[in-house]
């Protein structure tokens, strides 16, 4: 079974979720809520599940499936928790059981309100364990980026505060070699500027620390940046520049933070999200990043499994339009990624993502979907390629109780010859949720 990974890994994600599930007995005051979760059995047929060019083989997968959005807010608690994921058995046994998909989690307790905040975050996903081989359950290995911490503020007069905050992490492989913990100290100093606008100078120490130095070593790395945030009726906007300093692997690297995240409703039922920025990252921070802009996946993410730092240039654009009887969602994400040593990994990668859907009655909603993503690693002077398409259709048999059925052609190409495949999947799906 391939749902194993370390118990540092399970408790971290127990933690998490605990966490963001609790609170609401305990504070019941001022509560907010909002749920949106569902449940559901199916089956899945495909013609070439190891993906191969050759020697293709079929099987079909049964699987339980739990996904989840959920939000609380109380007096003195805040909580989040996002969740697609599924357990899946192959009754061929091609591959051995497995769990896909992702979970997030954070909660903020206020022990000691707008004095001292503890925060739990928690991101727990799949990515590849060869980048260059075509997504399988063989290529899939579990990625958790487990985090704690207290933030201690301090007012400084009407408008001003000072935030201290200490965090403790702990990032869990799978399979590659690369788990380590991180310990981060920082500062922040933050000035009301208008009644929804925030500007803050800030900086932090953060030190990370293998369990395993064969193929790494420690680094640290520091950072200072001023933060800009605000929040209009439509529309938000942060953005951070400063500078930053990476010391390790026998030299030191430093290089410009720019960010950028920007929201804009578009009407009553349609929103446009922009980031982007330049900055140093590594794999558990894309992992990160990824899934507080694209949301949890049930696919490989496309962090890589690496242990050193890298520079990281990214745009990621989504809208979604939301109409009375059609929704439309498409995304556009670019990224090139350089190493400070293990450069066999630099590449370039571009995905691409459609949706439409169409509510043709009361009960009945069909969908058609594309993608497309290209990754070029360039000391490899390889290209890897992955196109997909295909469509659905749902019936809402009564309250509560949804069937679906769907349909997806998946083509892979390359420079490698391993790399090429078709596939044909047919899934069927049935799900109880109670909105």
Do not use: C
């Not at 059981?97 to 503890?118: C, D, H, K, M, N």
């Not at 578009?266 to 922009?274: E, I, Q, Y």
């Not at 109409?323 to 571009?350: C, F, N, P, Y």
């Amino acid at each position: 079974m391939n749902v194993s990974g370390g118990g540092d890994r399970i408790r971290a994600v127990a933690l998490a979720v605990a966490l963001a599930m609790a609170g609401t007995h305990a504070f019941a005051q001022q509560q907010e809520q909002q749920h949106d979760w569902s449940i559901g059995v199916g089956a899945e047929y495909s013609d070439n599940i190891s993906r191969s060019a050759a020697d293709e083989q079929s099987d079909t997968m049964v699987e339980l499936d739990v996904r989840a959005a959920i939000a609380r807010q109380t007096a003195r608690l805040q909580s989040t928790l996002s969740a697609d994921g599924a357990y899946r058995e192959y009754l061929q046994d091609t591959y051995d059981s497995e769990f896909i998909g992702g979970v997030y989690g954070l909660a903020q307790l206020a022990i000691v309100p707008q004095r001292l905040v503890w925060a739990v975050e928690d991101n727990f996903s799949q990515i590849d364990v060869d980048q260059l081989a075509a997504e399988t359950p063989d290529n899939r290995q579990n990625l958790n980026y487990f985090t704690t911490g207290p933030n201690l503020i301090f007012a400084i007069g009407s408008r001003m505060r000072l935030d201290l905050h200490g965090r403790w992490s702990d990032v869990d492989y799978e399979t590659s070699p690369f788990d380590n913990r991180r310990y981060l100290g920082g500062v922040s100093l933050e000035r009301t500027v208008g009644p929804t606008t925030l500007l803050s100078l800030n900086a932090t120490h953060q030190a990370v620390e293998f369990d395993d130095n064969t193929f790494t070593s420690d680094y640290d790395t520091q950072q200072y940046f001023l933060r800009w945030s605000s929040e209009a009726s439509r529309s938000t906007l942060t953005a951070d520049m400063g500078y930053t300093t990476v010391r390790g692997f026998g030299g030191t690297s430093d290089g410009m933070i720019a960010r950028a995240g920007f929201t804009r409703r578009v009407g009553a039922r349609s929103l446009f999200t922009l980031n982007l920025g330049t900055e140093f990252s590594d794999s558990a921070e894309i992992l990160r990043r990824s899934q507080s802009t694209r949301g949890i996946v049930r696919s490989n993410e496309d962090a890589l499994a690496a242990a050193d730092p890298l520079r990281a240039d990214y745009a990621d654009a989504a809208l979604r339009l939301d109409g009375r009887r059609i929704a439309i969602v498409t995304r556009v994400r670019w990224r090139k990624e350089s190493h400070e040593l293990q450069t066999l990994l630099d590449r370039k990668r571009l995905s691409g993502e459609l949706s439409v859907s169409r509510r043709v009655s009361p009960r009945t909603t069909v969908q058609l979907r594309t993608g497309y993503e290209k990754e070029d690693f360039s000391v490899l002077e390889t290209e890897v390629n992955d196109w997909w398409a295909g469509g659905g259709i749902s019936w809402r048999l009564v309250r509560g109780i949804q069937v679906r059925l769907d349909y997806t052609h998946f083509v892979g190409s390359g420079d490698i010859f391993a790399r090429d495949y078709d596939e044909n999947r047919v899934a069927f799906r049935v799900a109880y949720s109670p909105l």
